[in-house]
């Protein structure tokens, strides 16, 4: 009974290329969720997807960033033309209903180091 | 979004039991009040959560006041492995993170 698998663990990118992160929910689990942790701090909401729909993107920054969960496949987190600002872990978590009846499982996360 | 405040950092005795407060003064009546830990570099993990009533499970117990404004997360006898940072989280659809408690446990 997998949980949520995150990869890669670690990704490390230079300034101006593209960084994709893969999110693949537990089984039986339709509702995905992306979360940004800077060092030291807590996570902060990016984006909320249900197969195939974008739900919420309220903490997702407008330019550069993308996310989607298409019907068959994992979740992606795609990052254009990275800045070091973006130097976070990335973690992704899902849960079979909407957040509150359930509580939501999370992957161990993507760290991605910008040089 | 529900507003949180909870202590910056906690210490125990392994062994002795823990009480982590969280004040939550303006949660809504729909908001399920959710505790999650973080162990260093691994993705928050799910303790509990709960509505109105108290609730128990093999982690630990949830103490929820009868004004929902507050709850407590008890950890019943607190080991090395529950040394992490502790969240509550009042919130529906999106988890809004705090800076949560930090818990140290002593041998």
């Known amino acids: 009974n997998a949980g949520v698998m995150q990869n890669p663990r670690h990704l490390v990118r230079r300034r101006g290329q593209e960084a994709r992160l893969r999110c693949s929910p537990m089984k039986g689990h339709s509702h995905v969720y992306w979360y940004r942790q800077l060092p030291e701090e807590g996570l902060k909401f990016m984006v909320y997807l249900q197969k195939e729909n974008i739900i919420d993107e309220s903490g997702m920054p407008k330019e550069r960033f993308s996310a989607e969960f298409p019907k068959e496949g994992p979740s992606i987190l795609r990052i254009q033309q990275v800045v070091r600002g973006d130097s976070a872990a990335y973690f992704c978590?899902?849960?079979?209903?909407?957040?509150?009846?359930?509580?939501?499982?999370f992957g161990d996360g993507t760290r991605l180091s910008i040089l | 979004d529900a507003k949180t405040t909870q202590p910056n950092s906690m210490e125990s005795n392994e062994e002795e039991p823990v009480h982590l407060p969280c004040n939550h003064s303006?949660?809504?009546?729909?908001?399920?009040i959710h505790w999650y830990r973080q162990l260093p570099s691994q993705g928050p993990e799910y303790v509990i959560h709960g509505l109105t009533s108290n609730v128990n499970n093999r982690m630990a117990s949830l103490a929820i006041a009868e004004d929902r404004k507050s709850s407590t997360l008890i950890l019943h006898r607190a080991t090395l492995r529950d040394a992490a940072v502790y969240y509550c989280l009042p919130n529906t659809d999106k988890l809004i993170f705090g800076t949560g408690t930090r818990l140290q446990v002593f041998p």
């Open positions: 978590a899902s849960s079979p209903t909407r957040q509150g009846i359930q509580p939501q499982h």
């Open positions: 303006t949660i809504s009546g729909t908001d399920y």
